[in-house]
């Protein structure tokens, strides 16, 4: 199986030991399910390689804009991990849940002053300043509160790595952050020393997601700590933290490969000190950002199948009751996933068609060309690894409700996120 908290009983599909059909029938479809275990041994994998290898100090921070709602922060609040937010609503229910913004770390290449004053006024430890307008803005909006606000720079190395352009944003020209190679980053941090109302306590980078090669980490922290040992030099800026972002890929499909998280992050150490060494500079505090790596593979979505249309000489159609309201990924990144006939996981897979969503637009598409058991109208059909960048990404286009997230714990399901109702969809219309 794709995930070893799938498994199949009777010819039914299981996810994290509960049985998915009872599932939808109970909870109805589409329906997110999220493994509330997995979420959290998935932080305790960041939690205890980070700390044996990156030291006591280091920190996970889950990249909320993976999947955010109250349950998520609970969880995060209670595993000891911080915490990246990209929004005031980020903000506002990460606060909802009762998580210490202490150790939130605020992105954004684009913070508003409102964002800004809203951050401040809760209390936000951290901001991953992008560029030097919103520098002065945070400097500005500091100086009117009376306070000192922490941040940390946002920079880019210059790497490409291999992943779909979408979320390839180590590179020189993205839209994030302050180059390295055309001498602003320098330019930046000696601005920023002169500062009156910021601390600025180190440097961020991200340099793509869904990524499986180590190596791409190991030479994004030696860029950064050669940065290091450069500012060192030149401005006698000593370096507190060091943020190498998120990014470690996930399976979607059996042939992806699966990553030894702690492994990597052993290898990533080993190069920072010996590369520290090397430059004769302290070691920082060192933090990482995941988001996918810690919710994808704990979650599922279960849809019901209503048409299944074969055009005689073209192609095949099986429709199911969500789509890209629920799952924009395919549509927007042509991204693979795993279908698997939750009811009938024993009968034999023979009816290849495209499992497509019930939205007016032909790119409402899940999969393409996935192999099943012909479906009937009433079949449950499970898209595997959706954790991660669907419930965060879903929308109401046409009207469509978001559908409600179950959790399981310990075989036991409860809502985290009621299924919207109509009501709510003209809640703000006048
Ligand atoms: N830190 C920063 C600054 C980021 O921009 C991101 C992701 C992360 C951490 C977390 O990366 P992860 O560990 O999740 O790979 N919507 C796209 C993904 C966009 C990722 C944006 N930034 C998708 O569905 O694939």
Same mark, same amino acid.
């Given at each position: 199986?794709?995930?070893?908290?799938?498994?199949?009983?009777?010819?039914?599909?299981?996810?994290?030991?509960?049985?998915?059909?009872?599932? &939808?029938?109970?909870?109805?479809?589409?329906?997110?399910?999220?493994?509330?275990?997995?979420?959290?041994?998935?932080?305790?994998?960041?939690?205890?390689?980070?700390?044996?290898?990156?030291?006591?100090?280091?920190?996970?921070?889950? %990249?909320? $804009?993976?999947?955010?709602?109250?349950?998520?922060?609970?969880?995060?609040?209670?595993?000891?991990?911080?915490?990246?937010? @990209?929004?005031?609503?980020?903000?506002?229910? &990460?606060?909802? &849940?009762?998580?210490?913004?202490?150790?939130?770390?605020?992105?954004?290449?684009?913070?508003?002053?409102?964002? *800004?004053?809203?951050?401040?006024?809760?209390?936000?430890?951290?901001? @991953?300043?992008?560029?030097?307008?919103?520098?002065?803005?945070?400097?500005?909006? %500091?100086?009117?509160?009376?306070?000192?606000?922490?941040?940390?720079?946002?920079?880019?190395?210059? *790497?490409?790595?291999?992943?779909?352009?979408?979320?390839?944003?180590?590179?020189?020209?993205?839209?994030?952050?302050?180059?390295?190679?055309?001498?602003?980053?320098?330019?930046?941090?000696?601005?920023?020393?002169?500062?009156?109302?910021?601390?600025?306590?180190?440097?961020?980078?991200? =340099?793509?997601?869904?990524?499986?090669?180590?190596?791409?980490?190991?030479?994004?922290?030696?860029?950064?700590?050669?940065?290091?040992?450069?500012?060192?030099?030149?401005?006698?800026?000593?370096?507190?933290?060091?943020?190498?972002?998120?990014?470690?890929?996930?399976?979607?499909?059996?042939?992806?490969?699966?990553?030894? =998280?702690?492994?990597?992050?052993?290898?990533?150490?080993?190069?920072? $000190?010996?590369?520290?060494?090397?430059?004769?500079?302290? =070691?920082?505090?060192?933090?990482?950002?995941?988001?996918?790596? =810690?919710?994808?593979?704990?979650?599922?979505?279960?849809?019901?199948?209503?048409?299944?249309?074969?055009?005689?000489?073209?192609?095949?159609?099986?429709?199911?009751?969500?789509?890209?309201?629920?799952?924009?990924?395919?549509?927007?990144?042509?991204?693979?996933?795993? *279908?698997?006939?939750?009811?009938?996981?024993?009968?034999?897979?023979?009816?290849?068609?495209?499992?497509?969503?019930?939205?007016?637009?032909?790119?409402? *598409?899940?999969?393409?060309?996935?192999?099943?058991?012909?479906?009937?109208?009433?079949?449950?059909?499970?898209?595997?690894?959706?954790?991660?960048?669907?419930?965060?990404? &879903?929308?109401?286009?046409?009207?469509?409700?978001?559908? %409600?997230?179950?959790?399981?714990?310990?075989?036991?399901?409860?809502? %985290?996120? $009621?299924?919207?109702?109509?009501?709510?969809?003209?809640?703000?219309?006048?």
């Amino acid at each position: 199986m794709i995930c070893d908290n799938i498994s199949v009983k009777d010819g039914v599909l299981y996810f994290a030991g509960a049985n998915t059909v009872e599932l &939808a029938k109970e909870y109805k479809t589409p329906l997110y399910l999220m493994d509330e275990n997995k979420i959290r041994n998935n932080c305790r994998v960041y939690l205890n390689a980070m700390n044996k290898y990156f030291g006591a100090n280091a920190m996970p921070l889950y %990249a909320s $804009k993976a999947a955010s709602f109250k349950k998520i922060y609970e969880i995060m609040k209670d595993e000891g991990m911080g915490i990246d937010v @990209v929004s005031s609503g980020e903000i506002y229910t &990460a606060l909802k &849940a009762g998580f210490n913004l202490k150790n939130a770390y605020f992105h954004s290449n684009n913070k508003t002053d409102e964002d *800004i004053n809203f951050a401040m006024e809760n209390g936000v430890g951290y901001f @991953v300043v992008d560029n030097k307008e919103e520098l002065d803005a945070i400097n500005q909006i %500091a100086k009117e509160r009376s306070l000192t606000q922490s941040i940390l720079l946002r920079l880019t190395p210059g *790497i490409d790595t291999h992943t779909y352009e979408a979320v390839n944003t180590g590179k020189v020209d993205s839209k994030f952050g302050t180059a390295i190679e055309t001498g602003q980053a320098e330019k930046m941090v000696e601005y920023t020393l002169t500062l009156s109302n910021i601390k600025l306590c180190g440097f961020h980078c991200h =340099i793509g997601s869904q990524v499986f090669e180590s190596d791409t980490f190991i030479r994004g922290s030696k860029i950064m700590l050669e940065f290091i040992a450069t500012v060192k030099a030149k401005f006698g800026f000593v370096t507190e933290q060091l943020d190498l972002g998120g990014g470690y890929g996930v399976r979607y499909l059996d042939s992806h490969p699966t990553i030894d =998280i702690a492994d990597n992050i052993r290898q990533v150490a080993e190069c920072i $000190k010996s590369t520290a060494a090397e430059l004769n500079i302290e =070691i920082p505090k060192i933090l990482l950002e995941p988001g996918r790596s =810690i919710v994808a593979d704990a979650g599922m979505t279960l849809y019901t199948v209503g048409t299944v249309k074969e055009i005689t000489g073209y192609k095949n159609y099986t429709s199911i009751d969500g789509g890209m309201t629920d799952n924009p990924r395919f549509a927007l990144y042509g991204s693979p996933y795993t *279908i698997l006939p939750a009811s009938r996981m024993n009968d034999t897979a023979d009816f290849v068609s495209d499992v497509v969503g019930r939205c007016c637009e032909s790119g409402d *598409i899940i999969q393409k060309d996935v192999t099943l058991p012909k479906a009937k109208r009433g079949d449950i059909l499970a898209v595997c690894t959706t954790g991660a960048y669907n419930y965060s990404m &879903a929308s109401n286009y046409n009207r469509i409700t978001r559908p %409600a997230v179950v959790m399981i714990k310990d075989t036991k399901p409860y809502v %985290a996120v $009621k299924r919207e109702s109509l009501e709510y969809l003209t809640e703000n219309d006048i």
